[in-house]
């Protein structure tokens, strides 16, 4: 019998973070799921480490994270596709959660996003802006969301473009306005997961946030992406 949620993990070189997100993902309430990790060749051990969670890893031989969870959304066995960050954790309620809000007629959603960090700014930031942010987008259909968490119907997702493969900045934005057109979007504020701040405290909180927000008006005024290699992985 096919489970109900599959849960797609990207990963390169993630053996300090797939643990615990996978630890996340088996203490889950709601236990009907799969877990499909799409590695891009690491050679840290992380495939060996999502192997022993019982994963289906596939090998991805194309660059880039929407590539990648495009390809684990095509394999996926499940009704809904869970996407997850391999360093980011999900609150032990969140699938269950996550189908009460589907159970609503939400063909799609996203959790609240807190950081794993003790810095007060980051913290506050997200309170204050990014997660209201989150919700209006549901609202105003202006597509933002986090792609470190989010949930879709298999079958909506398949029917539109999925995630944008020719860019690591804001690739979700073009698949959240095109499944409002199937139905709900909703911004599932009892779900929670929790991400790593890496990128923040590597770039540096002002430059990271300018960086997203030059790519979100080029986006919405230009209709122009920024390159995969225009956002590096950090590890």
């Known amino acids: 019998m096919a ?10 070189q993630e053996k300090d973070y797939i643990r615990a997100t996978l630890d996340s993902v088996k203490r889950q309430n709601f236990t009907d799921y799969e877990i499909i990790v799409c590695d891009f060749g690491s050679t840290d051990g992380t495939v ?6 019982g994963a289906n890893v596939l090998n991805v031989k194309s660059r880039g994270s929407g590539f990648a969870r495009n390809l684990g959304a095509v394999a996926a066995k499940g009704r809904f596709l869970v996407f997850l960050d391999a360093d980011t954790t999900m609150w032990p309620d969140c699938l269950e959660v996550f189908k009460v809000a589907i159970d609503s007629s939400n063909v799609a959603g996203f959790p609240s996003v807190e950081w794993a960090t003790d810095t007060t ?8 802006f990014l997660n209201p942010l989150y919700f209006l987008s549901t609202i105003i259909n202006i597509g933002v969301g986090p792609s470190c968490c989010s949930f ?7 029917e539109t473009h999925g995630f944008d493969e020719t860019t690591e900045i804001l690739s979700n934005i073009d698949l959240n306005r095109e499944v409002r057109r199937h139905g709900r979007l909703d911004f599932v504020v009892r779900a929670k997961c929790f991400t790593s701040d890496r990128r923040i405290k590597s770039e540096g909180f002002i430059s990271y946030y300018l960086t997203i927000v030059y790519a979100f008006f080029m986006k919405k005024l230009k209709n122009k992406t ?9 590890r």
């Open 3 to 12: 489970p109900f949620f599959s849960i797609i993990i990207p990963t390169y």
């Open 48 to 53: 060996q480490i999502a192997k022993e969670y």
């Open 121 to 128: 700014l980051y913290n506050i930031f997200r309170k204050v």
């Open 152 to 158: 879709y119907n298999k079958q909506v997702f398949l």
């Open 226 to 234: 920024m390159p995969l290699d225009f956002f590096q992985p950090v």
